[in-house]
């Protein structure tokens, strides 16, 4: 059976740890014999293309780095000189005993344990496939609950509910949104009058989010509006329809965020379920078992 990743692109780019794997792993032989005797293919390993002192570099190998080189300009005859260089520059190495230096071992252990750590990513995938109406089903909650729209808006974030019913007050004598923002919201936007710019509904923190879409163009809110960030004062300003993007644009991006939250949750499992000790004390376990940081609501 083929690996998933040969038909599933995106899993290069799920575990970041397994990234810094270098490439001179893959030597492309399935044998190495620097003294020159006879080669005898491993079953199944695919039609000999190349002998270097004996080693044959093999069809899967070279597929192997053609896999690796996805998307770049590479031929196959350059790929092919590619893996004989490695593969003479390995024959180097083990005669020179290179396989006994304690750095390499440390490297080889490493390199080797990414590798199965990808092939169990793989697996997981493998066991759980993605059917075509499950990522039809994310792509039309992810699209509908946008409602298709865009919103331009400014804000006065204040302390408390009292200071922004004073600021409410204010607009509604004929205060200058802006210049209120710029004099009195404690927010970053502050500075720029409040200014928001374009943002989708999902952008931002639900409280915040509803309260912009029910208000009107031109229309600022008449009730403060709580969020963990404070107290804000909205004007929307304006808004504008969207065309949703089209299913096949962002299939392959809806499938890596359900498997990238698949294995996160397989992770979290396995975490949950293991000994784990730090034992250096300027080092925590990180709250995210994937890239081990924690998610946090944007604040407008």
């Not at 169990?120 to 409602?147: M, R």
């Not at 004099?183 to 912009?212: C, E, I, N, Y």
């Not at 960030?229 to 089209?246: N, Q, Y």
């Amino acid at each position: 059976m083929k690996s998933s990743s040969q038909n599933n692109p995106s899993i290069r780019h799920l575990l970041p740890l397994l990234a810094g794997v270098s490439l001179l792993l893959f030597t492309g032989c399935e044998q190495t014999n620097p003294s020159g005797a006879s080669f005898t293919p491993l079953p199944g390993s695919g039609k000999p293309l190349a002998r270097v002192n004996g080693a044959v570099i093999t069809e899967d190998s070279l597929e192997l780095l053609e896999r690796t080189y996805r998307g770049a300009n590479f031929t196959r005859e350059g790929l092919l000189g590619e893996l004989i260089k490695r593969e003479l520059l390995y024959q180097e190495a083990v005669q020179k005993n290179l396989l006994e230096n304690a750095d390499v071992v440390r490297r080889l252990d490493t390199a080797r344990r990414s590798i199965l750590s990808q092939a169990a990513v793989e697996d997981i995938f493998a066991n759980a496939p993605l059917s075509e109406q499950d990522i039809q089903k994310v792509y039309d909650a992810t699209y509908s609950a946008d409602g298709s729209s865009e919103y331009k808006a400014r804000h006065i974030l204040l302390k408390t509910r009292e200071r922004a019913l004073e600021i409410i007050s204010e607009l509604q004598k004929g205060g200058d949104f802006q210049t209120l923002a710029r004099d009195h919201s404690t927010g970053p936007s502050g500075p720029k009058g409040g200014d928001l710019g374009w943002f989708g509904p999902s952008q931002m923190v639900g409280g915040f989010a509803d309260a912009v879409v029910a208000l009107q163009n031109g229309e600022f809110s008449g009730e403060p509006i709580q969020t963990q960030f404070g107290w804000h004062v909205i004007l929307r300003e304006d808004s504008r329809d969207l065309t949703p993007p089209a299913f096949d644009s962002v299939k392959n991006k809806i499938q890596s965020q359900l498997q990238r939250k698949l294995l996160d949750t397989h992770l979290q499992e396995l975490q949950k379920n293991a000994t784990i000790e730090i034992v250096a004390e300027t080092v925590q376990l990180p709250t995210d078992p994937e890239s081990g940081t924690q998610k946090e609501a944007q604040n407008p």
